[in-house]
T-cell receptor, first 122, second 110 residues
Framework: DTEVTQTPKHLVMGMTNKKSLKCEQH?????MYWYKQKAKKPPELMFV???????INESVPSRFSPECPNSSLLNLHLHALQPEDSALYLC?????????????????????FGPGTRLTVT | RKEVEQDPGPFNVPEGATVAFNCTYS??????FFWYRQDCRKEPKLLMS???SGNEDGRFTAQLNRASQYISLLIRDSKLSDSATYLC???????????FGPGTRLSVLP
């Protein structure tokens, strides 16, 4: 099973609201990612969690707050967003470097994406 | 120079045609390479991984040229359902940072 699930599918929020995006995977992956994608552009990396610890933060504004409660779940908490934050937010997971190296570089190291949450900030 | 560059496109080809996309990367230490396809308003879906000198999966062939730092994707006998944006993704040094190219849009016409 290579499924990553995300909820909600669509979200409309005002600039003063607080909301959360959720992501779940059951592939045993220990690396999870948040991406932001605007129309006609490639996904843009926001955060990476490896073994439930934040390993990469691509200088994302603090109005986006990630959380990794356990190895299967990844949340993105949203507060005081701006209209320009409207985008498709994608979650992804992959095997981690340590597991891949232990396997001698064999096996799967690809990212698998969830269907995304289409966010509109009004 | 951008880390990953792709043919700008769009490519408009008739059904049954063969089409090739190119992707170049700047980090010579890059180890893993992937092709994803993305349909409009959907998530990227893995098409192929390219780990060594290249591989084939049905109508799709991916090639890797480490010396010239480019990856190619060949699609034979194009189908209408192949219409999508094709994203080249490079993973430098097995890190957690997967770098996306800008994508190449393909439209297969009846």
């Amino acid at each position: 099973d290579t499924e990553v699930t995300q909820t909600p599918k669509h979200l409309v929020m005002g600039m003063t609201n607080k909301k959360s995006l959720k992501c779940e995977q059951h592939m045993g992956h220990r690396a999870m990612y948040w991406y932001k994608q605007k129309a006609k552009k490639p996904p843009e990396l926001m955060f990476v969690y490896s073994y439930e610890k934040l390993s990469i933060n691509e200088s994302v504004p603090s109005r986006f707050s990630p959380e990794c409660p356990n190895s299967s779940l990844l949340n993105l908490h949203l507060h005081a967003l701006q209209p320009e934050d409207s985008a498709l937010y994608l979650c992804a997971s992959s095997s981690d470097l340590y597991s891949f190296a232990l396997a001698g570089g064999r096996g799967s190291y690809e990212q698998y994406f969830g269907p995304g949450t289409r966010l509109t900030v009004t | 120079r951008k880390e990953v560059e792709q043919d700008p496109g769009p490519f408009n080809v008739p059904e049954g045609a063969t089409v090739a996309f190119n992707c170049t990367y700047s980090n010579s230490a890059s180890q893993s390479f992937f092709w994803y396809r993305q349909d409009c308003r959907k998530e990227p879906k893995l098409l192929m991984s390219v780990y060594s000198s290249g591989n084939e999966d049905g109508r799709f062939t991916a090639q890797l040229n480490r010396a010239s730092q480019y990856i190619s994707l060949l699609i034979r006998d194009s189908k209408l359902s192949d219409s999508a944006t094709y994203l080249c993704v490079v993973n430098p040094n097995y890190g957690q940072n997967f770098v996306f190219g800008p994508g190449t849009r393909l439209s297969v016409l009846p």
